[in-house]
Nanobody
Framework: QVQLVESGGGLVQPGGSLRLSCAAS????????MGWYRQAPGKQRELVAR???????NYADSVEGRFSISRDNAKNTVYLQMNSLKPEDTAVYYC??????????WGQGTQVTVSS
């Protein structure tokens, strides 16, 4: 089992920045990839960014060049640095972990609101 706790959400003006953190605990040796998803009201949950155990990263086209995902293995923490935020980035952001056995784990979510 893996437990995920997100932090760092909040209200920010367009063009601003936020950094989300996801602290993981439990059977981390079984984890293949970690990432961030988001879900806006009335929309499906979508992948924002993920980082695979070897360090490869993937980003949604809508955030490429603005968001950056990183992982601190010593702290079992994944970060999502979000720059140049837009109103359309407003959503609940969820941390996700996938094991080598393809089990998926989710955090409780953190709200990000981009508004003037």
């Amino acid at each position: 089992q893996v437990q995920l706790v997100e932090s760092g959400g909040g209200l920010v003006q367009p063009g601003g920045s936020l950094r989300l953190s996801c602290a993981a605990s439990g059977s981390m040796v079984s984890i293949y990839a970690m990432g961030w998803y988001r879900q806006a009201p009335g929309k499906q949950r979508e992948l924002v960014a993920r980082i695979i155990s070897g360090g490869t990263t993937n980003y949604a086209d809508s955030v490429e060049g603005r968001f950056s995902i990183s992982r601190d293995n010593a702290k079992n923490t994944v970060y999502l640095q979000m720059n140049s935020l837009k109103p359309e980035d407003t959503a609940v952001y969820y941390c996700n972990a996938v094991s080598f056995g393809l089990s998926a784990y989710w955090g409780q979510g953190t709200q990000v609101t981009v508004s003037s």
